[in-house]
């Protein structure tokens, strides 16, 4: 990976919230977020979505990250940072907590990391969403809109980076999980790639893709 992965399309927004300048990533593209700002230690990401055209028993989405070695597999089962596990041991990623059911605007749910803590041998960083028990309730991604994941400096509190998510989902009609995109280590500095792939497999498949064993 180069030094800087920043494309030529992408684009500097402006945050509405607090007028302040964000890098807006779009599908496919990286930033390269040490080079954004240099102070950053602390991270936060959050992660929100919309769910539309469901008067009852809307679909209940979670958030689960996977710490990736070189291989792109995890080392072991607390890795995998999800609903039942929401700190891996050394408290370098914690996911705090799960949102049910996706109401009200800015983030659903939230995971803070500590760049300085995350083990060396650890190269990336998937962040995935996916729907609760989709294939008993016969639900898929056609229902959600709007989903977005953003980068924050949780030491200064100022939002980094946005990738939005939304027309993608109509090219898999039956997608019950997507892997959002991937933060990963490249010498001194860390990237984000804004990823997008969709699975009809659910948690389970991109788990299993990952070394994780799933039950159910």
Same mark, same amino acid.
């Given at each position: 990976?180069?030094?800087?992965?920043?494309?030529?399309?992408?684009?500097?927004?402006?945050?509405?919230?607090?007028?302040?300048?964000?890098?807006?990533?779009?599908?496919?593209?990286?930033?390269?977020?040490?080079?954004?700002?240099?102070?950053?230690? @602390?991270?936060?990401?959050?992660?929100?979505?919309?769910?539309?055209?469901?008067?009852?028993?809307?679909?209940?989405?979670?958030?689960?990250?996977?710490?990736?070695?070189?291989?792109?597999?995890?080392?072991?089962?607390?890795?995998?940072?999800?609903?039942?596990?929401?700190?891996?041991?050394?408290?370098?990623?914690? @996911?705090?907590?799960?949102?049910?059911?996706?109401?009200?605007?800015?983030?659903?749910?939230?995971?803070?990391?500590?760049?300085?803590?995350?083990?060396?041998?650890?190269?990336?960083?998937?962040?995935?969403?996916?729907?609760?028990?989709?294939?008993?309730?016969?639900?898929?991604?056609?229902?959600?809109?709007?989903?977005?994941?953003?980068?924050?400096?949780?030491?200064?509190?100022?939002?980094?980076?946005?990738?939005?998510?939304?027309?993608?989902?109509?090219?898999?009609?039956?997608?019950?999980?997507?892997?959002?995109? @991937?933060?990963?280590?490249?010498?001194?500095?860390?990237?984000?790639?804004?990823?997008?792939?969709?699975?009809?497999?659910?948690?389970?498949?991109?788990?299993?893709?990952?070394?994780?064993?799933?039950? @159910?």
């Amino acid at each position: 990976m180069s030094d800087v992965k920043i494309t030529t399309t992408a684009q500097i927004v402006v945050n509405p919230e607090d007028g302040k300048s964000v890098f807006q990533l779009k599908r496919g593209e990286q930033a390269n977020l040490t080079r954004l700002d240099p102070s950053l230690r @602390h991270m936060m990401v959050g992660i929100g979505w919309d769910v539309v055209g469901f008067e009852s028993d809307a679909p209940d989405l979670d958030v689960s990250i996977f710490l990736l070695d070189k291989n792109e597999k995890t080392r072991v089962d607390e890795d995998f940072v999800f609903y039942n596990n929401l700190k891996t041991p050394d408290s370098s990623v914690e @996911h705090m907590g799960d949102n049910r059911t996706g109401a009200g605007d800015g983030d659903d749910e939230n995971i803070r990391i500590n760049l300085e803590v995350l083990p060396y041998e650890i190269f990336r960083v998937a962040f995935t969403i996916s729907i609760y028990e989709a294939e008993l309730r016969n639900q898929t991604f056609q229902g959600v809109r709007n989903v977005f994941l953003r980068i924050v400096n949780d030491e200064t509190g100022i939002e980094l980076m946005r990738f939005n998510l939304d027309a993608e989902f109509a090219e898999l009609p039956n997608a019950t999980a997507v892997t959002v995109g @991937h933060l990963e280590r490249s010498g001194p500095n860390w990237f984000f790639e804004g990823t997008g792939a969709l699975t009809a497999g659910g948690l389970k498949e991109i788990a299993t893709n990952y070394g994780i064993l799933i039950a @159910h």
